[in-house]
């Protein structure tokens, strides 16, 4: 793990690793809840915006992601599947991902053990 940010309300961890991923946590569960995809190679960064609606992560591939969290509708237990990004709850903030090339889509993947 290279780097973690908490939510602002406190239930939420993200986390950045050397395998590419950037993880969410369920601090109340005690379990991971996304698994996302987008670095090519390691994820060096990730931090919530203050109000906790968005997410960056960085990788090591100079790449800045921006996200939208949906984690107020996780904690209204309204989870809507958004199409092509398994895992639902989570999806690139439109308009926010320049980084992002039209080749490299991020992707959620499906949580081990689930």
């Not at 203050?50 to 209204?76: H, R």
Request: proline share 5%; with cysteine.
């Amino acid at each position: 793990m290279n780097q973690v940010a908490f939510h602002p309300n406190g239930r939420y961890l993200l986390s950045a690793s050397n395998d590419s991923t950037i993880k969410i946590w369920d601090l109340r569960q005690g379990h991971i809840l996304y698994t996302l995809y987008g670095h090519e190679g390691a994820s060096t960064a990730v931090n919530f915006s203050p109000c906790g609606d968005y997410f960056t992560s960085a990788g090591i591939d100079s790449v800045v992601m921006v996200w939208k969290s949906n984690l107020s509708e996780q904690d209204q237990e309204l989870i809507e599947d958004i199409g092509n990004i398994a895992g639902g709850g989570v999806q690139p903030a439109p308009g926010l991902t320049g980084g992002i090339t039209s080749n490299r889509k991020p992707k959620a993947g499906p949580v081990a053990g689930q």
